[in-house]
């Protein structure tokens, strides 16, 4: 699995240009030339300190055309905001993974280079939220939109938290193989890279927990991890009483293998992980997203 991404279809171009108009220049800002020296400032210090000493985990901020793709239009990280997501992450994240395993396990298998972007990328299916590449980058866009005034939990699992648990699950995948039977389930229904053409609703009667699930295999397994733990127990079943009886059955058989996997293989009980992470989530508020 080289890359990860999520997609949500374009609704209006008008909207986008507009967009790309508004971005006022913020001294706090920094288009990061690669090879300028620079001072560290307190963020850099407290990602030192938060991130490489204690995960072994780079975080980039500032936009560096070595790690972006040009053909897209993206817009640095506000320093204010990378550092409310920074604060976020770690505390959701992996410290979740730390309650459930300890933190020498999430140190060893995290990615090693998170990059916060600033605004969305956008593509011929829509524009990308989220993007991972062979277990070792993650990227979050949509920076600039978080208001730390204003948080949404369902709009931090979307454009981040659904990302990561996913890329992590690729992660472990690729160290310790599940059970091959699971890709037999659904053999016949994977659509490859036509999945954003599929709607939630169809998704779920043919026995798939989203859209993107129908690429192929292994990223079905990985949307079961990240959606079962981002969602309590009642979204859980409304979306497999959304499957009917034709693909709520093939859902519930499909888990089962995931959770056998991650409970036998890695010791992760998904029901104590969904609930050290909607814990954190409900906690967030109560957060100094702003103090170094």
């Known amino acids: ?39 560290p400032n307190e963020f850099d210090k407290w990602l030192l300190d938060n991130y490489v ?23 640095p990280a506000k320093y204010d905001n990378a550092i409310t997501l920074a604060k976020i992450v770690k505390f959701v994240w992996m410290e979740a993974y730390d309650e459930i395993w ?20 956008y593509t011929e299916s829509g524009m990308i939220l989220g993007q991972a590449e062979g277990g070792m980058k993650v990227t979050l866009f949509r920076v600039n939109e978080i208001d730390k005034n204003n948080l949404s939990v369902a709009q931090l699992n979307e454009y981040y938290f659904k990302t990561m648990h996913h890329e992590f699950t690729h992660i472990l995948n690729q160290k310790k193989a599940y059970d091959t039977s699971y890709d037999r389930i659904s053999e016949s ?38 959606i079962y733990v981002t969602n309590d127990a009642s979204t859980w079943e409304d979306m497999l009483a959304s499957a009917g ?28 992980l969904r609930e050290i992470v909607l814990r954190r989530q409900s906690e967030i508020t109560e957060l100094d997203l702003s103090t170094l």
Not at 193 to 213: C, D, H, M, T
Not at 257 to 265: A, K, R
């Open 1 to 39: 699995m080289k890359k990860y991404i999520i997609y949500t279809l374009i609704v209006t171009i008008a909207v986008f240009l507009g967009s790309c108009n508004k971005d006022d220049i913020d001294t706090k800002r920094s288009i990061f030339d690669p090879t300028e020296v620079y001072e």
């Open 53 to 75: 000493y204690t995960y072994n985990i780079q975080v980039k901020y500032r936009l560096d055309d070595n790690e972006t793709d040009v053909e897209y239009h993206l817009v």
């Open 102 to 121: 300890g933190i020498d396990m999430t140190r060893t298998y995290v990615p090693k280079l998170l990059q916060f972007i600033g605004n969305v990328a």
């Open 189 to 226: 229904d994977y659509v490859g890279s036509s999945w954003y053409r599929v709607s939630e609703s169809v998704a779920l009667q043919k026995g798939f927990i989203s859209p993107y699930a129908m690429d192929r295999a292994t990223e079905d397994f990985a949307e079961m991890v990240a």
């Open 245 to 272: 009886t034709t693909g709520r059955p093939i859902i519930e058989k499909k888990f089962e293998i995931v959770f056998d996997y991650m409970l036998n293989s890695w010791g992760l009980d998904l029901d104590k």
